[in-house]
């Protein structure tokens, strides 16, 4: 998924010319404040909002937001307000919620009411036509053909694939001094999304330039959205062209030879033949949702394979079993000479339970977005139309009402299922993760590789943590690794 936008309301300042503006816009504020209160007096006798503090007019509580370390932020608001409470960010009235059923009325039940809601400029960097900005039958119909590209029956034919690229990226670590743990994840993980998306037969530069372009999209997206000759945004906006550029030519190549051709590509070209003329995608509507869907698949899933090596390599006698797992696997592997299959990786349980506890004790998404499309009423609370709605899903998974002991990292509470709807590193309800799947594979498939033939361990101990804009381990976790013997 995409970074939550919260992270970068929070990190760019106002605009300069209002930093100026301030103690007049203030006032103003102010007193319209004032008045806009005194006349809702009556009305919210008989709708009440939330409890809470909206804080100052617009500034709201985003100097709280830029002041504390945003978990704490939530966690002291919950322990004030309860489990649905409201708050304002960077002019912004919201409401966050941490209690499991509402935030499945929010996604699930009454996802109708509350649709995506993206900062215009993260928009217009993925592509306006992407997947996670829309909602109803055109939302509904890239689902479908996205989920079925994601589907364990598809992706159980990439496993050796997915192998080989292991294989050749675990090597490279071997010999190097250090290396930075986050960086040859996404690396890992940009990999596995471009043959899941166009299959296993784009040519290595095609590759190289896409990753390119990538990089520069990159850099401008966790940047302020600045559009000025030579600023990131700029650049990433010039990149984001290039790859469209890129994209309508391995579409047209596609074209002329007559095939569809593999991933999820070939699926929406496969599907444009197949549809009556309403549902047929257009190159831009194409186009976005390849570069939405890459986008979204390899940031999220380096940063939890990052956690995976730091919460392994803190837990010993952890890392120990899921070495014993995956011997065992291996052992049968070699005995018939063969690569690791999916049936393979339907045999890992402790392994699996801690990617399930790596996955809830790192939250890398810690809430989503989404605005109320009319006033809706919540546990006989007034949502107004236009305000945000926060689902919290870190705060519900560190809540000890559903899971004991929160800050202890203990994958068997897996050894029964979570309570339904608290547990949620990959959303819930209509916009739900699609690529779970494979974010799952490739990380078994990984862990195998490295447990059985390599050891690391981790270079300047330290337990910051750092947004990037996803929590992840203080500098990437720089590593060494070195032979199992
Ligand atoms: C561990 C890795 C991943 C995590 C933690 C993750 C998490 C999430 C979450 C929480 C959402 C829902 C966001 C919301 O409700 O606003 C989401 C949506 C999405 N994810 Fe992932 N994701 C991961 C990997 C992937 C991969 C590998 C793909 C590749 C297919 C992918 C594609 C998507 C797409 C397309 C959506 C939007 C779905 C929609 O709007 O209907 N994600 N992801
Ligand atoms: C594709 O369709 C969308 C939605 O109807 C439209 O906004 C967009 O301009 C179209 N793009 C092209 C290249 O035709």
Redesign the pocket.
Known sequence: ??PSPISDLVVSPPPLSLLTLLPSVFLLMLIVYTLIHHHMQPEKKLRRLPPGSLGWPYIGETLKLYTENPNSFFSNREKRYGKIFKTHILGCPCVMISSPEIAKMV?VTESHMFK?TYPPSKEKMIGPEA??F?QGPY?SH??KL?QS??LPSTIKRSVPQIEDIVLRFLPTWEHKNTINTLQEMKMY?FE??MI?VFGNKLEATEMEGIKGLYQCLEKGYNSMPLDLPGTPFNKAMKARKGLNEKLRRIIEKRKESGENGEG?LGEFLLSNEKEGMKMKMNESQIADNII??IF???D??A??LTWLLKYLHHHPHLLDAVRKEQEEIRCKRVEANRGITWEDTRCMPLTTRVIQET?RAAS??SF???EAVEDVEMEGYLIPKGWKVLPL?RTIHYSSDFFPHPNKFDPSRFQVSPRPNTY?????????????D???L??LVLLHHLTTTLRWEVIGEDDGIQYVPFPVPLHGLPIKVRPLN
């Not at 949620?424 to 779970?436: K, L, Q, T, V």
Request: hydrophobic share 50%; charged share 10%.
């Open positions: 998924m995409l996604l995506p997947i996670f829309h939302h890239l689902k996205i590209s994601f993980a596995v999304a899941s999820l939405g869907v979204a698949a390899h999220t899933t940063s939890v996955l890398i998404l989503t977005y989404r899903f949620m590193p990959f959303g819930n309800g209509a916009h739900s993760c699609p690529g779970s494979l974010a799952k490739e990380m």
